[in-house]
């Protein structure tokens, strides 16, 4: 059964520092994989996906790597900001259109 | 504009009383799917659909029903909710490998 584990579960920082969320699954058979970002009591929205043929993903100040075969999966933030305050989801998607969470990690960025 | 709709979004009701929370999506996709978001447990999912009349379970069934009849619905029907199924649930559609839409939520009290 797939296992998403995601470390740290929480962290803070300084605003202006570059950081990096990791996640990690246990069956490298997977579609794709999915990171979101969460505010407190919202729904999710998506921030980058990478299909499971692909190294890496880039969206402004994101960048999502991908090694399927060691499982694992890393969220760089570039120059962080307080608005990126927020729980950063990460999910691996399978051949059945179903996706397995990780727990999270609660990201605080102090002014 | 493309997304997915919850109904209700916040709802309180009491043991043994059937409900039904709607999901619809308007992007055509094939795959949907219900998950329910607990503290310290994270998004475990309930069920999901791979395309019209099929469906299967996902970790958490019990206590669930779901039904797809038409393409953009997908409710999730708690016969005789429990005091264990309050909890936040989201909806979710997608292309099947491709990227995940999530509906804003709904919040669910039993008493």
């Known amino acids: 059964k797939q296992e998403v584990t995601q470390i740290p579960a929480a962290l803070s920082v300084p605003e202006g520092e570059n950081l990096v969320l990791n996640c990690s699954f246990t069956d490298s058979a997977i579609y794709n994989l999915q990171w979101f970002r969460q505010d407190p009591g919202k729904g999710l929205t998506s921030l980058l996906l990478?299909?499971?043929?692909?190294r890496e993903q880039t969206s402004g100040r994101l960048n999502a790597s991908l090694d399927k075969s060691s499982g694992r999966s890393t969220l760089y933030i570039a120059a962080s900001q307080p608005g990126d305050s927020a729980t950063y989801l990460c999910a691996v998607g399978g051949s059945q259109g179903n996706l397995i969470f990780g727990k999270g990690t609660k990201l605080s960025v102090k002014p | 504009e493309a997304q997915v709709t919850q109904n209700p979004r916040y709802l309180i009701t009491v043991t043994g009383k059937k409900l039904t929370v709607t999901c619809s999506q308007n992007m055509n996709h094939e795959y949907m799917s219900w998950y329910r978001q607990d503290p310290g447990l994270g998004l475990r999912q309930i069920y999901y659909?791979?395309?019209?009349?099929?469906?299967d379970k996902g970790d958490v069934p019990e206590g669930y029903k779901v039904s797809r009849k038409e393409k953009r619905n997908f409710p999730l029907i708690l016969e005789s909710p429990s005091p264990n199924q309050t909890s936040l649930y989201f909806c979710?559609?997608?292309?099947?490998?491709?990227?995940?839409?999530f509906g804003p939520g709904t919040r669910l009290t039993v008493l």
């Open positions: 979710a559609s997608s292309l099947g490998t491709l990227e995940w839409f």
């Open positions: 659909s791979m395309n019209v009349e099929v469906t």
């Open positions: 990478i299909q499971s043929s692909q």
